[in-house]
């Protein structure tokens, strides 16, 4: 029997439901599904040690959006928090935005059935983008400003010390290819993450996972996808997905050879001077041992 602590929010009327710890229920999985559970939860394991995402005692806030990528997301670190001795908490998080038709309860039944503690916060943040824009290719960029202040908000206010979005590989390489593309510069998203304030720490425990893995996974578990609702089309971002599948169909393993050059930068053949010091080779030249600078009389 799985026990529910409401706590009642009493300036936003929201409840926040923490419920006991339960262990995530193993469905009989074919060895080819076993595999690819393995290699999921091996996977985001090792960004974690490799960029130090999650530390003892953390308490981490997850994003959830109802998608494949955030479910598969609270999933891995759900299990990870079972086998880990590092000892952390997890609280799924979901802003209610007022998307229209968005099935908010389906949302919370799932969270029900994995057993962790959540938050859903209320914000009509939908009404406040299409207010200011009609055209709805401009919708991105606003909503993404006011969920992210809304974030880190709830994130003070529930003493979380980190917080977990579901972005996997494909999202850090198309985010590399649309910079370069449309910004004209090397820029794409980082594992880890420190707000311009200071105040909050934002990791990607999935960087090291294909986005197909992540969707036949979420087929494997019979997840419940709520779709994309807002009506907002991002062509550009639309045009690198559609690059990034042309990739795959042609040349199997660029995407992953793409965003193995991130990890492998080298500033000298690079033409930033902001990153490597062109200016003054010379003086390195004539100072390192092998061509010793003569002393004059």
Known sequence: MIKIKPVVDSEKEVVVEEREKVPVTRQRLSFENRKLEKRI????????????????????????????DSYAL?????????????????????????LPDFPLEKL????????????????????IVTSKYQDPRNYCSICSRLRRGIIYRVAKEQGCTKIALGHHMDDVVSTLLLNMYYGGRLKSMPPKLLSDAKEHIVIRPLIYIREKDLSRWCRVQNYEIIPKLCGADDKCRREMKELIAEMDKKTPGRVENIFKSLTR???????????????????ERLGSPKNPKIPED
């Not at 919370?108 to 009404?127: A, C, M, R, W």
């Not at 000298?268 to 003086?283: G, P, R």
Request: net charge negative; aromatic share 8%; hydrophobic share 40%.
């Open 41 to 68: 939860v091996r996977l985001c394991a090792k960004a974690i040690i490799d960029f130090n995402l999650i530390e003892d005692g953390d308490k981490i806030m997850v994003c959830i959006s109802g998608g494949k």
């Open 74 to 98: 609270l999933d891995a670190l759900v299990r990870l928090q079972g086998r880990s001795n590092v000892k952390f908490e997890l609280l799924a998080f979901c802003v209610n935005q007022h």
């Open 265 to 283: 930068v080298s500033t000298s053949h690079l033409v930033d001077k902001e990153c490597f010091d062109f200016c003054n080779l010379e003086e």
């Open 108 to 127: 919370v039944n799932h969270l029900k059935k994995i057993g962790v503690p959540y938050h859903i916060e209320d914000q009509d943040t939908f009404s």
